[in-house]
DNA sequence: CTTGACCTTCCCATCATGGGAAGCCCCATA
DNA sequence: TATGGGGCTTCCCATGATGGGAAGGTCAAG
């Protein structure tokens, strides 16, 4: 048996975030020593591991307390994890398009930037000009 | 001269943001009628505008200052501007990389998954799995 | 003068995380 | 045994940017 910081250390996850994933539901309460520290042991540790993994991978609070329910079923079916999986891939690309859409915006306004000591600047007329053309529409 | 709904509309600010964006100094203090009321003519709307392109284009709120300060500065560099619209850049680039990494890992854990009605599913061995060997590492 | 839409301020929520204070606990060391 | 330092507890606050909503004042049209 371990403390919260012990367990910190082994999982990754800060004593903080394990308090906070406690209170929030994502994890069930931890069990308590009798002057009330909290104890884990290595399953709780493989529990914040998973946790901390699949925040790594992108995954909203929501959808680890999904696959964590999968994760305790053994009855699952491996297809509703793979579509969890696929749902956070399409996600990813979702925000990945919007910002390869920004930074194409800015590329291009940059190129037209002489980036020089005159105050000239077609980013700035570009932020700063009427609203009938702009490099998003 | 109109009210802050008009402005929202005309600016695509949303007239609580106006109203944040004020009280955080980003924009001057909009003029007010004897009643109390906020108040804005065609030049606001155009610096709110500015504000809400410069957003889309994912800078955050310390950046659109800077680059509402040199918009104002007649006598500035556009050097200066074309380095914090790279920085946004180089920024995005790494936010990017980070998601397509997660997205790789998730795509190889897909493939790997047979996503049928059978509970074996590498992606839950890969998220409970011993801290040895991971994706990530 | 009423009505309804709009404005004002103020508080709360998000999402996930961290900081810090006040107070208790535990272990080691003198 | 006393003491000190570090870890634990809870509680509150902050982020960054946005929205929701309540309570109350204002304006314009009827």
Known sequence: MMTIGEAA???GVSAKMIRY??????IPPA???ASGYRT???KEV???????RARDLGFPMDKVAD?????RDRTRASADVRRLA???IAALEARIREMEAMKATLS???QACAGDERPDCPILDELGGSPCRSAGG
Chains 1, 2 share one sequence.
Do not use: D, K, N
């Open 9 to 11: 250390v082994a999982s």
């Open 21 to 26: 994933y406690e209170e929030t539901g994502l």
């Open 86 to 88: 696929e749902a956070q």
């Open 40 to 42: 884990y042991g290595p």
């Open 108 to 110: 291009h306004l940059v």
């Open 31 to 33: 069990g308590r020593t």
């Open 67 to 71: 696959l964590l329910a999968l994760w």
């Open 46 to 52: 493989q529990i914040l591991r998973f946790v901390r």
